[in-house]
């Protein structure tokens, strides 16, 4: 994908100091001035190295590992009679311990992610013989068209400078009526920070919903880990969209 396109809508009005300087800020972190390929060699070396190890502390740090659970149960994301799941960019295969524990006996459950290293470190977390495995791009997947009934995406989008490839992608390989958890650092205060770390950029929710529609998808019902998040801003944007 050598032509990403660089930003998001743009809100209309003139953004207030604060905002610019957080924009500004935000822009530091897209690498948007780096072509696709090159920003893509440099996150899978990110993740194949210390960063992608770090992921197992941060996911305990920042209480995502634990609080996963809360929102992929059947009374949040359900995901009960779906026959074809993917777990789109699995790291170190923190959501595939759900899919495994809640999908029916007779689901297949696929998995996929950029780096080599992160699919070893989800093999050795994870290795049950029902989950497949593989190494592959959001924005490029060797999926067919139609194919999974549900899909889990965490945290992987906004390793994307334009969201519309993978999310399109996305689209496409899932059947109409599907849904996909999709969860994303937003831009808010802990967003921005993270995004530091790890060398990602960060959505506003509402320019979000509009790509997402944009992009053959329903915006659903947001999803919070606790009420608590939900006051405060925190834990990113948790969305279940579904396919139109
Ligand atoms: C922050 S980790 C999240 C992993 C996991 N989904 C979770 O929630 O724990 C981001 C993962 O996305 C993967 N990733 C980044 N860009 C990707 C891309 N274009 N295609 C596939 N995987 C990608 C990275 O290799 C990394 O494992």
């Known amino acids: 994908m050598e032509t990403q396109q660089k930003t998001l809508t743009q809100p209309t009005r003139k953004p207030r100091p604060t905002r610019r300087a957080i924009q500004k800020e935000l ?15 440099f996150i899978q070396s990110h993740y194949d190295g210390i960063a992608g190890k770090l992921t197992a502390l941060s996911g305990l740090l920042t209480g995502h590992a634990l609080f996963a659970g809360r929102v992929l149960n059947p009374s949040a994301f359900d995901i009960a009679g779906c ?4 777990d789109a ?3 170190n295969g923190r959501h595939c311990k759900y899919l495994l524990r809640h999908a029916d006996p007779d689901a297949f459950i696929a998995a996929f992610d950029l780096s080599q290293r992160m699919l070893l470190r989800a093999k050795r977390n994870y290795g049950d013989d029902r989950i497949h495995y593989i190494a592959a791009d959001l924005t490029c997947l060797p999926y067919p068209d139609d194919f999974f009934d549900a899909v889990v995406c965490g945290w992987v989008l906004e390793h994307l400078p334009d969201p519309r490839p993978g999310l399109w992608e996305l689209c496409r390989i899932m059947r109409p009526g599907g ?3 999709l969860m994303t650092t937003e831009d808010t205060l802990a967003g921005i920070l993270a995004s530091k770390l790890w060398h990602c950029r960060t959505y506003n929710r509402k320019e979000l919903k509009v790509v997402c529609e944009e992009c053959g998808f329903i915006w659903h019902r947001p999803h919070y880990f606790t009420l608590l998040h939900r006051i405060f801003r925190l834990g990113g944007i948790i969305i279940e969209l579904h396919k139109a």
Do not use: F, S, V
């Open 27 to 41: 822009k530091a972190q897209t690498k948007d001035e780096q072509p696709y390929p090159e920003y893509r060699n």
């Open 83 to 86: 026959k074809r799941i993917l």
């Open 89 to 91: 960019g699995c790291g």
């Open 179 to 181: 849904k996909l958890l």
